[in-house]
C-alpha cells in the first residue's frame, strides 16, 4: 500500500486570497449641486454595503464621474436649480449605472416623468435617509459592480495620472488645462478608436446636442495638439470625417 501525504487545507482568512482581491465594493456617486446641498447623512443612511462618492455638477462633472465609474448614481435634488431632466438625460448618455433622483419636496409630475423618460430609474421624493437607502440597494441589485478603472492612460511616450491629475509626455509633467486633461483622457480610454463629437461636447462640457457650438471643440482640440507635441512615439488627435476624433497610436 503506497502512504499518500495528507493534503493540507488552508485556514478560512487565507483561502481564495485572488478572489477576495477581485471584489470591488459597489460605488454610490451622489450628485449635487454644491449650492444648499445636504450632508450625505441627512440623504442615505450610512451602512457597509457600499461606498458613497461626493460630486458637483461643474463642468468637470463627467471627468469625476468617468474616472469613478459607479455602479449607481443619487441626483440630489436639494439645490432646486439643477435641471434634473437635462442632467439624467447626460448621466444615461455617459454612464451604464442606475440613476436614482431624490428630492427633499413634492415634484411636479411632469418633473417626475421626464426624469423618468430622460434616464432615471427611480425618483425618491420626502423619504428618510434609510428608506433612500433602500431604494439605493435595490438599484445596486440589479446593477453587477464594476471593475476598477487602472490608475494611468498610457498612449505612445503620454502617460495621464488619473489620481493625480496628470499629464506626462516623454517622462516630463505638462500643464494641462481642464477642458484639455479631459478630451486626452476621454479619447485615451479608446485609442485608435473614433469618438463622435457630440460624445465629446457631453462629456467635457455635459453638454446635451446643439448646446454648444462645435466651433469650442474645435478650438479646444488645436490647444490639445499644441500641448501633445509631436514625436516619434506621440500619439495625434486625428479627424474622422462626418464622425468626430481619435487619438490615432503612435506608428513608430
Same mark, same amino acid.
Given at each position: 500500500?503506497?502512504?499518500?501525504?495528507?493534503?493540507?487545507?488552508?485556514?478560512?482568512?487565507?483561502?481564495?486570497?485572488?478572489?477576495?482581491?477581485?471584489?470591488?465594493?459597489?460605488?454610490?456617486?451622489?450628485?449635487?449641486?454644491?449650492?444648499?446641498?445636504?450632508?450625505?447623512?441627512?440623504?442615505?443612511?450610512?451602512?457597509?454595503?457600499?461606498?458613497? /462618492? &461626493?460630486?458637483? !455638477?461643474?463642468?468637470?462633472?463627467?471627468?469625476?464621474? =468617468?474616472?469613478?465609474?459607479?455602479?449607481? *448614481? +443619487? @441626483? #440630489?435634488?436639494?439645490?432646486?436649480?439643477?435641471?434634473?431632466?437635462?442632467?439624467?438625460?447626460?448621466?444615461?448618455?455617459?454612464?451604464?449605472?442606475?440613476?436614482?433622483?431624490?428630492?427633499?419636496?413634492?415634484?411636479?409630475?411632469?418633473?417626475?416623468?421626464?426624469?423618468?423618460?430622460?434616464?432615471?430609474?427611480?425618483?425618491?421624493?420626502?423619504?428618510?435617509?434609510?428608506?433612500?437607502?433602500?431604494?439605493?440597494? /435595490? &438599484?445596486?441589485? !440589479?446593477?453587477?459592480?464594476?471593475?476598477?478603472?487602472? =490608475?494611468?492612460?498610457?498612449?505612445?511616450? *503620454? +502617460? @495621464? #495620472?488619473?489620481?493625480?491629475?496628470?499629464?506626462?509626455?516623454?517622462?516630463?509633467?505638462?500643464?494641462?488645462?481642464?477642458?484639455?486633461?479631459?478630451?486626452?483622457?476621454?479619447?485615451?480610454?479608446?485609442?485608435?478608436?473614433?469618438?463622435?463629437?457630440?460624445?465629446?461636447?457631453?462629456?467635457?462640457?455635459?453638454?446635451?446636442?446643439?448646446?454648444?457650438?462645435?466651433?469650442?471643440?474645435?478650438?479646444?482640440?488645436? /490647444?490639445?495638439?499644441?500641448?501633445?507635441?509631436?514625436?516619434?512615439?506621440?500619439?495625434?488627435?486625428?479627424?474622422?470625417?462626418? *464622425?468626430?476624433?481619435?487619438?490615432?497610436?503612435?506608428?513608430?
Amino acid at each position: 500500500m503506497v502512504a499518500t501525504a495528507p493534503v493540507p487545507h488552508p485556514h478560512p482568512s487565507e483561502a481564495r486570497p485572488a478572489a477576495r482581491a477581485a471584489r470591488r465594493a459597489p460605488v454610490v456617486a451622489v450628485v449635487h449641486g454644491g449650492e444648499g446641498r445636504r450632508d450625505t447623512a441627512d440623504l442615505v443612511a450610512a451602512n457597509d454595503a457600499y461606498d458613497i /462618492v &461626493a460630486v458637483t !455638477t461643474d463642468r468637470r462633472l463627467f471627468d469625476r464621474l =468617468l474616472g469613478t465609474r459607479p455602479d449607481a *448614481v +443619487l @441626483v #440630489d435634488l436639494s439645490d432646486s436649480a439643477l435641471d434634473v431632466v437635462r442632467l439624467c438625460r447626460s448621466l444615461r448618455g455617459a454612464l451604464d449605472a442606475r440613476i436614482v433622483v431624490v428630492s427633499p419636496s413634492t415634484l411636479a409630475d411632469e418633473v417626475v416623468v421626464g426624469a423618468l423618460d430622460a434616464g432615471a430609474d427611480d425618483v425618491v421624493i420626502g423619504a428618510s435617509p434609510a428608506v433612500v437607502d433602500a431604494r439605493v440597494r /435595490v &438599484a445596486l441589485r !440589479t446593477q453587477p459592480p464594476q471593475p476598477a478603472l487602472p =490608475l494611468v492612460l498610457e498612449v505612445g511616450d *503620454v +502617460l @495621464v #495620472d488619473l489620481q493625480a491629475h496628470a499629464v506626462h509626455i516623454a517622462g516630463d509633467v505638462v500643464r494641462c488645462p481642464p477642458v484639455q486633461y479631459e478630451l486626452l483622457v476621454a479619447l485615451a480610454r479608446n485609442p485608435g478608436t473614433a469618438i463622435a463629437g457630440e460624445e465629446l461636447l457631453r462629456i467635457v462640457w455635459g453638454a446635451a446636442p446643439g448646446d454648444v457650438h462645435p466651433r469650442r471643440l474645435r478650438i479646444a482640440i488645436s /490647444v490639445l495638439r499644441g500641448i501633445l507635441g509631436i514625436g516619434p512615439r506621440r500619439p495625434r488627435v486625428e479627424v474622422v470625417q462626418r *464622425v468626430g476624433y481619435r487619438l490615432a497610436l503612435p506608428t513608430g
